[in-house]
């Protein structure tokens, strides 16, 4: 097993707290830092002319149905007079904010980015439905002039697609779209704008073309502390995306575990020297599920803009923490299912960490425990989440 310790100034500070036997105050300090991981914020501006799609995209990344109340309004007229934050449902930190079009305000390009408050912005999606135009490009040569990130995004290309094959003799996806990618970039390069990143996209099926092109591209480009932040606000539109997602949720782990050995608190009968504090493995499973679009909200949103039954979907769900309310009892029985797995190895591992660490020998098997609990419980879930997209996949071509 991988030391989960490695290469960490933050836990290097919470051992020093351990070896001056302050355990209260290094579990402080995790508390803190947990709180600060989860609310770390990104705000990412969306931009393009009237019908362009911005406000179907804003729904989409949030994995929200155009027709949810929560949604940004869609018509085939501007909706968009002015600045409109639509937080994430799951992730309140990460936030879109539909912007109106350049075209439709009385402002010039630069004082447009002042209007709309463009400090606060982390990058800009510039969107069009057809080729990008004069203010589209000013609006980016602004940008980064003002030293920040901005991507195009030709949207609305399942349109396009369906268009080419219904006016074409001899059709072809891939020439189609290698075409209109390199027709976006001979423009905006034609009007000053260089080496532009042009994503085609479609919001009603972001598993297609280059959306996942755009999140690896944002996921490379972004400061390192908002990469979390970006990913796990994602939607699960292709098994990549869930597997970076456990990835980020694991290196959690050994914050909770740690939190859990170290506060005091009223085990539960039977636990005492297993788990310290059950309403924190309560807390980080919870998190896990909505991460993975697995708790019941998020999977009816899921099945609903995927136009199959959620019952279609559960059907092929395995954890005991997918797809139901996430409660104490829950978490017993994932102790109780994990118990085998993890009892006959924790006394090799707490030797192994609790040493170096200066964690206490009495917290010693709380935290291994609670370490390997929720590793299984992340494992678990994160195989349900690519069951539940290969299902989807495998019952509607538009998921």
């Not at 139901?324 to 192994?352: C, F, P």
């Amino acid at each position: 097993m991988d030391d989960p310790f490695d290469s960490d100034p933050e836990m290097e500070e919470i051992t020093e707290e351990l070896q001056t036997n302050r355990p209260a105050s290094a579990a402080a300090m995790i508390q803190e830092h947990l709180e600060q991981q989860n609310n770390i914020p990104l705000n990412i501006g969306i931009t393009g002319e009237s019908g362009s799609g911005k406000s179907t995209f804003v729904n989409a990344f949030r994995g929200i149905d155009n027709r949810d109340e929560r949604a940004a309004p869609t018509g085939v007229v501007e909706t968009t007079s002015d600045v409109a934050p639509y937080p994430h449902p799951n992730y309140p930190n990460v936030t879109l904010w539909d912007l109106p079009g350049i075209g439709t305000t009385r402002f010039p390009a630069d004082k447009y980015l002042q209007h709309v408050g463009f400090e606060k912005f982390d990058f800009f999606i510039i969107i069009s439905a057809d080729r990008f135009r004069e203010n589209d490009v000013k609006l980016a040569q602004e940008i980064q002039r003002m030293k920040k990130k901005f991507y195009f995004v030709r949207s609305k290309i399942d349109h396009n697609l369906h268009d080419a094959e219904r006016s074409q003799r001899e059709f072809n996806a891939e020439k189609t779209l290698t075409q209109i990618r390199e027709n976006c970039i001979q423009g905006l390069q034609k009007q000053g704008v260089e080496s532009p990143q042009v994503f085609l996209v479609s919001s009603f099926e972001l598993h297609l073309h280059d959306f996942r092109l755009l999140q690896e591209t944002l996921e490379r480009e972004l400061p390192a502390h908002k990469r979390k932040a970006l990913l796990c606000a994602l939607p699960n539109i292709s098994r990549g995306i869930i597997n970076k997602k456990k990835e980020v949720l694991q290196s959690t782990v050994k914050y909770y575990a740690s939190l859990s050995a170290f506060v005091e608190s009223a085990p539960m009968p039977g636990f005492t020297v297993i788990i310290a504090d059950l309403s924190i493995a309560f807390k980080a499973i919870k998190m896990y599920q909505v991460t993975f679009g697995l708790d019941s909200e998020s999977l009816q949103n899921f099945a609903l803009s995927a136009g199959v039954s959620v019952a279609d979907l559960r059907a092929v769900m395995t954890s005991p923490a997918a797809a139901i309310e996430i409660n104490k009892d829950l978490v017993t029985n994932v102790i109780y299912y994990s118990s085998g797995q993890t009892l006959i190895t924790a006394a090799e591992e707490a030797y192994r960490f609790i040493p170096r660490f200066g964690i206490p020998e009495a917290m010693s098997l709380p935290f291994i425990t609670t370490h390997n609990v929720l590793s299984i419980s992340l494992s678990m879930l994160a195989e349900d989440a690519q069951r539940v997209f290969t299902r989807a996949l495998a019952l509607n071509t538009s998921v």
